[in-house]
């Protein structure tokens, strides 16, 4: 994947966010960011902290003023080691606006071409236009396609979860 200016991302403030991998000590911020954003599917508090140990190189937090503020979890398939799955994106409801999940995308990509992927997948609800326009806008900016097709039907779940479409971007 072509690799993207995320100065090119519209943000506020482009110098006042750090992004980097998340550390252990920042699995209680996943979790209340998760928490709080009301919308993601909330795992225990024990699952961030160890997503924060082992797979924080396919992770990334974004911090302003030595707080974090937002993440994506993400981690290699172990059958498709090219492809980077990524399982939440989340921003604090103050910080959104800023394109922060924007830039944390594709400075995770930027991060993870290195370890030889090329493509990324999410999961989707059909009735999340947020979250499918910004993995749209991704793959435009980093001039790559991107598709969709169905994964998971409200059946496959125990406990009345929506439909789950997978998105692929990459060629």
């Known amino acids: 994947m072509k690799p993207v200016d995320t100065r090119a991302i519209p943000t506020t403030a482009p110098d006042a966010v750090l992004?980097?991998?998340?550390?252990?000590d920042d699995g209680v911020r996943l979790w209340e960011i998760a928490r709080d954003s009301k919308v993601l599917d909330l795992n225990s508090s024990y699952?961030?902290?160890?997503?924060?140990r082992d797979f924080s190189a396919t992770s990334i937090v974004a911090e302003v003023d030595g707080r974090v503020v937002g993440f994506v979890s993400g981690y290699t398939r172990p059958s498709a080691q090219e492809t980077l799955f990524v399982w939440q994106v989340a921003v604090d409801e103050d910080q959104r606006g800023k394109a922060i999940a924007a830039?944390?995308?594709?400075?995770?990509?930027d991060r993870t071409a290195p370890l030889g992927v090329t493509h990324l997948e999410t999961t989707i609800s059909p009735d999340n236009e947020?979250?499918?326009?910004l993995f749209t806008a991704l793959?435009?900016?980093?001039?790559v396609p991107i598709t969709r097709q169905n994964l998971f039907s409200?059946?496959?779940?125990?406990d009345g979860h929506e439909a789950e479409d997978l998105y692929?971007?990459?060629a």
């Open 47 to 52: 699952a961030y902290l160890l997503w924060c």
């Open 154 to 158: 409200p059946k496959d779940f125990p």
């Open 103 to 109: 830039r944390m995308l594709s400075d995770l990509m």
């Open 168 to 170: 692929t971007i990459g």
């Open 19 to 24: 992004f980097r991998s998340p550390q252990i």
């Open 139 to 143: 793959a435009r900016r980093r001039e």
């Open 130 to 133: 947020a979250s499918i326009a």
